[in-house]
């Protein structure tokens, strides 16, 4: 399967530790989007990346979350200091570049938990 | 800033039965729209997008949205509710391909479809 892959699939953590998650998007697609759902809610966006350059951030990525792409391909989203209001899905998606055709594939997601 | 108003976080149907889920739109340009679906435990799947061209859009399995600008509205419906289509369905509109906040999809919180055998 070539999907969006996300990694892991489920993270469990106590307050005021660090957590890193891994996006591998499909290989030929150049963007890569960071999304955040929590219960009830729709995805609300994060942050994405045009090849390995992190053009969009959300006032919601405080200064505890970062993501890179450093070669262009997988990403990783790492938040620091936890806190129990991070508790979310966060979804990862890619697409390929296309004004007024783009479609974006998303991955399972990865549920973090912050007792 | 744009955003989207999903009306009814919950709809049952019958099975074979028309489906309609709403969706409200505001933007301060003209809209992309989008339909997704998520099953339990997956990703979200594209089931159409509306992008300027034709008003009614069609999309996988067999559903269909309109896009009506005096409304403001992007419905999406199916003739015919079939079990499998049991999942939660999300609106989302998007400012558009350039300049700032582009690319950004903005979700509404969606609406669960259950479907009655």
């Known amino acids: 399967d070539t999907g969006v892959s996300q990694d892991p699939r489920h993270k469990i953590t106590k307050r005021g530790q660090n957590v890193t998650f891994r996006c591998d998007p499909i290989?030929?697609?150049?963007?890569l989007y960071w999304y955040r759902q929590t219960l009830g809610q729709g995805p609300e966006f994060l942050t994405y990346?045009?090849?390995?350059?992190?053009?969009?951030k959300s006032r919601l990525l405080s200064d505890r979350f970062s993501a890179e792409r450093p070669k262009g391909s997988f990403s990783t989203l790492e938040i620091q200091r936890t806190e129990q209001g991070d508790s979310a899905m966060y979804l990862c998606?890619?697409?390929?570049?296309?004004?007024?055709?783009?479609?974006?594939?998303f991955g399972s997601g990865t549920q973090l938990s912050v007792l | 800033a744009q955003s989207v108003t999903q009306l009814g976080s919950h709809v049952s149907v019958s099975e074979g039965a028309l489906v309609l889920l709403r969706c409200n739109y505001s933007?301060?340009?003209?809209?992309?729209l989008f339909w997704y679906v998520q099953y339990p435990n997956q990703g979200l799947q594209l089931l159409l997008k509306?992008?300027?061209?034709?008003?009614l859009v069609k999309g996988i399995n067999g559903f269909e949205a309109e896009f009506k600008k005096s409304e403001t509205s992007f419905h999406l419906t199916k003739p015919s509710a079939h079990m499998s289509d049991a999942a939660e369905y999300f609106c989302?509109?998007?400012?558009?391909?350039?300049?700032?906040?582009?690319?950004?999809?903005?979700f509404g919180k969606g609406t669960k479809l259950s479907v009655i055998p």
């Open positions: 998606a890619s697409s390929f570049a296309q004004p007024d055709n783009e479609k974006l594939f």
């Open positions: 290989s030929e697609h150049n963007r």
């Open positions: 990346f045009q090849n390995e350059a992190q053009l969009e």
């Open positions: 933007s301060s340009v003209p809209p992309y």
């Open positions: 509306y992008t300027s061209a034709a008003t």
């Open positions: 989302a509109v998007m400012r558009g391909y350039s300049g700032a906040g582009s690319y950004q999809l903005t």
